[in-house]
C-alpha cells in the first residue's frame, strides 16, 4: 500500500455531505472496550493499598522486602512493555475485537495467580501477567475506539480511556481500604471478565473489516454502531498490507511515528510518577495523618479532571489542551523543587534527610506551610496532567497513523511509554542523588517546558476531522 492509494485519503466511515451518525450503540461498544482501561488501572492502583500488608505479613503469607516491594511495583511497567509490543502484532493480525478478548485472559490469570500466591515468585509472577494485559489493553483500546467514534465525538470517547484508567486506580484506592490483598485480587477479576462477556456481543471496527476485504461484516458493523448503513461512501481497499522499513521515508509515516514517541515520552518525562511516588510524603508534612486519605484525594483530583477534559474535547482541540496542560505542570513542578529547596534537611522533612543539605534553621512550622503550598502544587500539577498530557496522548496515538501501519506504530509508541515509565520510576531516587531532589524536579519541570514547545510547533489539530483526513494532513494533501 502506498500513499497514494484511495484507502489512506477518503474517509472509511464519513456519510456524503458530512453529516455524522448518531448511533448510541457507538458508545455501549466504546464502554466495553473502557472495560479494558478500567482493568488496567486497577492493577495500576492495587500495589498501593497490597503492599503495605504484604510486607507485614507473617508466615505462611507471602512477605515483602524493601527489594520485593520495588519490585511488585515496578514489574508491571516491564510487562506492560512486553505487551505493548504484543498488541501491536495482535491488532493487525487479530483484529481489535479478538485482541481486547484475548487480553481479559492475563489479566484474570494474573490476579488469580495473586490470590493463589504461596510465595513472592508467584506474586511477581502474577503481577507480571497482569501488566502483560496491562500492554495490550493500552493500545487495543484507544484503537478499537477511535476506529469505531465519528469525528464529533472521537474525542469524547478516546479520552474516556484514561478516565477509566484513572477510575480504575481510585476504584483499587477505595477497595484497599475495606480488603486485605487477596480479596483485592479478586476483585480485580471482575472488569476483565465483564469486558470479556460484553465484547462478545460487540462488533469488529468497520475500517478493520474493510481492510481485510469484509465488506459485508463491515456494513453490517455500521448497522449495529449507527442505526444505518445508506448513504456510506466506501473507497476501494488497496491490495498491499504490512509494514516495512522503506515507509519510514514517506512523509505519512515518519511524521506521526515521530510525534507519537515523542509525546509518549514527554508525558512520562513530565515527572507525574515522581509526583505520585511523594504524594503521601508531601500530604503527611501537610499534618495529614491517614496516608489513604491522601491518595483517594488524588485520585479523585484525577478523575474529575479527567472528565472534564473529556467533556470538552472536542470542543476545544487537542492542541490547546496539551499546550495549557503543559504549562501548568511547568509551573507545578518549578514549585516542587522550590519546596525541596527551602526544606532540604529541616527538622520537619525527616524524609528526605539521606538527600539533604545541611540542617535548615527554619522552623517546623514555616514547614508545615511550605508543605501545604506544595499540596496545592501537586493537586495543580495532577489536575494540569489529566487535563491534558493524562489522556491525550493515547488519544492521538490512535488517530495519526494510517490504517497498514498502526499496528507496529503503536506497539512501538507503548513499548516507549511503558519503558519510559520503568526507567522513570527505578531511576527517579538515583536522579535525586546526583542532583538533589529540587534539582531533578526542575530537571523535569524543563521537560515540560520543552513538551510545550513540541505541541506548539509540531503537534497537528485533529478535533473534527476523520481519521483519513488526518492522514492526508501528515502525507501533504
Given at each position: ?217 463491515a456494513m453490517a458493523a455500521l448497522q449495529f454502531l ?12 488497496g491490495a498491499e498490507q504490512g509494514f516495512h522499513l ?33 504524594a503521601q510524603t508531601i500530604f503527611e508534612e501537610a ?191
Open positions: 500500500m502506498t500513499p497514494e492509494d484511495p484507502e489512506e485519503t477518503q474517509p472509511l466511515l464519513e456519510p456524503p455531505g458530512g453529516s455524522a451518525p448518531r448511533g448510541r450503540r457507538v458508545f455501549l461498544a466504546a464502554f466495553a472496550a473502557a472495560l479494558g482501561p478500567l482493568s488496567f488501572g486497577f492493577a495500576l492502583g492495587y500495589s498501593s493499598p497490597a503492599i503495605p500488608s504484604l510486607q507485614r505479613a507473617a508466615p505462611p503469607t507471602p512477605r515483602l522486602d524493601d527489594e520485593a516491594a520495588s519490585w511488585f511495583g515496578a514489574i508491571v511497567t516491564l510487562g506492560a512493555a512486553a505487551g505493548g509490543v504484543l498488541g501491536g502484532w495482535l491488532v493487525d493480525r487479530a483484529g481489535r475485537k479478538l485482541s481486547l478478548l484475548l487480553c481479559s485472559v492475563p489479566f484474570v490469570t494474573g490476579f488469580a495467580v495473586i490470590t493463589a500466591a504461596q510465595d513472592v515468585w508467584m506474586l511477581l509472577g502474577g503481577r507480571l501477567l497482569t501488566g502483560l494485559a496491562c500492554g495490550v489493553a493500552s493500545l487495543v483500546a484507544p484503537v478499537y475506539i477511535s476506529e469505531i467514534a465519528y469525528p464529533a465525538v472521537r474525542g469524547l470517547l478516546g479520552s474516556c480511556v484514561q478516565l477509566m484508567v484513572v477510575i480504575g486506580i481510585l476504584l483499587a484506592y477505595l477497595a484497599g481500604w475495606v480488603l486485605e490483598w487477596r480479596w483485592l485480587a479478586v476483585l480485580g477479576c471482575v472488569p476483565p471478565s465483564l469486558m470479556l462477556l460484553l465484547m462478545c456481543f460487540m462488533p469488529e471496527t468497520p475500517r478493520f473489516l474493510l481492510t481485510q476485504h469484509r465488506r459485508q461484516e449507527c442505526g444505518s448503513e445508506q448513504g456510506w461512501e466506501e473507497p476501494p481497499t522503506a515507509l519510514l521515508w514517506q512523509p505519512g509515516i515518519y511524521k506521526p511515528f515521530v510525534i507519537g514517541v515523542s509525546l509518549m515520552a514527554f508525558q512520562q518525562l513530565s515527572g507525574v510518577n515522581a509526583i505520585m511516588f511523594y499534618k495529614f495523618k491517614d496516608s489513604s486519605l491522601a491518595s483517594i484525594i488524588v485520585g479523585v483530583i484525577q478523575v474529575l479532571f479527567t472528565a472534564v477534559a473529556a467533556l470538552i474535547m472536542d470542543r476545544a482541540g487537542r492542541r490547546l489542551l496539551l499546550a495549557l496542560s503543559g504549562v501548568v505542570m511547568v509551573f507545578s513542578m518549578s514549585a516542587f523543587g522550590a519546596y525541596f529547596k527551602l526544606t532540604q534537611g529541616s527538622p520537619g522533612n525527616s524524609s528526605h534527610v539521606a538527600l539533604s543539605a545541611p540542617v535548615s534553621t527554619e522552623p517546623v512550622d514555616a514547614n508545615v506551610g511550605l508543605a501545604w503550598l506544595t499540596v496545592g502544587s501537586m493537586c495543580l500539577f495532577i489536575a494540569g496532567f489529566a487535563m491534558g498530557w493524562g489522556p491525550i496522548p493515547w488519544l492521538l496515538m490512535s488517530e495519526i497513523f494510517p490504517l497498514h501501519v498502526k499496528g507496529i506504530a503503536t506497539g512501538v509508541c507503548v513499548l516507549t511509554n511503558w519503558l519510559m515509565a520503568f526507567l522513570v520510576t527505578k531511576e527517579f531516587s538515583s536522579l535525586m542523588e546526583v542532583l538533589r531532589p529540587y534539582g531533578a524536579f526542575w530537571l523535569a519541570s524543563a521537560f515540560c517546558i520543552f513538551s510545550v514547545l513540541f505541541t506548539l510547533f509540531c503537534v497537528p489539530e485533529t478535533k473534527g476531522k476523520t481519521l483519513e483526513q488526518i492522514t492526508a494532513h501528515f502525507e501533504g494533501r
